[in-house]
């Protein structure tokens, strides 16, 4: 079997702030039947550290950037872990990258450039009883993994840098450098150098062997300007290590026939057990319980997921007959915006600001469509979740939205494979048009139907891409790049 070591700042049950958790929590179970064992190496944060059981000590650093750390071996949830536990980076009372107020630590760059070092020591061999084939870095806070390889051997284990969302660089001054126990000459344009600063996220585009995005649409996009946020030259000049390799989803944990924080359970040909979820779901929300058609979202709320174009059209959307409620938590004026809209619209429109889990599932079960107007989407994960709970997605047409809806045109829905609508002209007036294209698709309770059940058969499991990431592992080794 082939071993890969995993990198990731978070991970799926246990420390979650987005879709990278679910990627990197479900991941290595698939790829297991695919022939690759995957270690994975996350911080110790508290979270982490008191869900463990008995860890055990593998490795010392007595000295890990300027502290004393240890890496922990655990299994937790069919995941083979190990744990960088560092206590002055990561035991902190505030979440992985911001403090209780919501700030950036001011040493994240630290924090994560150390846990990179100890994953580029783990590939050259430091563990006694176990060396990967492969290392697999995500996003920035794992991506100076491939650049601390380069300068600790001259034979590196190939490695792979996933792309989760390249809005998020890592980008510090020239003054970190002197922290990060890298030599001077990384700090050229051909590695970490980015317009006079530090870029952890260009160091790794510019050192790992193979580049992954997650979807095929986000990585051509992110060669134009408006999607590579200043990394489209490094990523034009890497295309040809770059690949777009669609997410999926745990089957397990999100299957309405089974899931257990919904309130009844349902499958594609017992859809009638779906309409008493929308009846919890309208009193969890204390909104009005009829059959008018209920709109979710489960987001960040940020620009990026268009939240703004959302607010802007909740008042001809309930005008319109229908019904929203919206679970989330981000900027704190779209925050304010919603509460106000919910306080216009009582009975009509509910908001809950906040993190829930369980409610998520919910909002998937009894939503009969969820928005997501992103301006760009790497690949998103709640069209996944949409699509085997029933509830269809109404999405922009971008990135990994692109890619895994299928927009209900005329020949599509004659050809009974819609299972979505999706728009491209990402504005106020955009979502309008398609928020009234899904209204009248509601009101016509076949092709409604039919949209519910495409959806369902739609395969959003990890299987495809699994195979994909485990190709690429054994291309990149007996090949290189
Ligand atoms: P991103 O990673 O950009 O935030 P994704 O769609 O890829 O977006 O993944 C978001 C993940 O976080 C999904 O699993 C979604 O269900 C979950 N999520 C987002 N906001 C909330 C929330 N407020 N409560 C519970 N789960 C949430």
Redesign the pocket.
Known sequence: MKQVLSVTSEVYPLI?T???A?VAGALPLTLESHGIRTKTLIPGYPAVLSAISKPKSVLHFDDLLGTPATVLEANHAGLELLILDAPSYFQRPGGPYLDHTGRDYSDNGKRFAALSLAAARIATGALDHWKPDVLHAHDWQAALSSVYLKYLTDKPIPSVLTI??IAFQGQYSPAILAELGLPSSAFDVDTLEYYGDVSFLKGGLQTATAITTVSPSYAEEIRTAYFGMGLEGVITHRANALSGIVNGIDPETWDPATDKHIASNFSATKLKGRALNKRALERHFKINEDDSPLFCV???LTW?KGIDLLIENIDNLVGMGGKLVV???GDVALEGALIHAAARHPGRVGVSI????A??HLMQAGSDAIVIPSRFE?????QL?ALRYGCIPVVTRTGGLNDTVIDANHAAISAKVATGVQFSQISVEGLRIALNRTLSLYSTPDQWQSMQKQGMKSDVSWNKSAGLYAALYNQIESKGI
């Not at 906040?354 to 889990?357: H, R």
Request: glycine fraction near 20%; charged fraction near 20%; charge should be negative.
């Open positions: 979650k987005g879709g990278l679910d989760h969302n489960v987001s960040r990026q679970l989330g938590a906040g993190y829930d889990e409610l998520s790497p690949c998103g994960l709640t979740y």
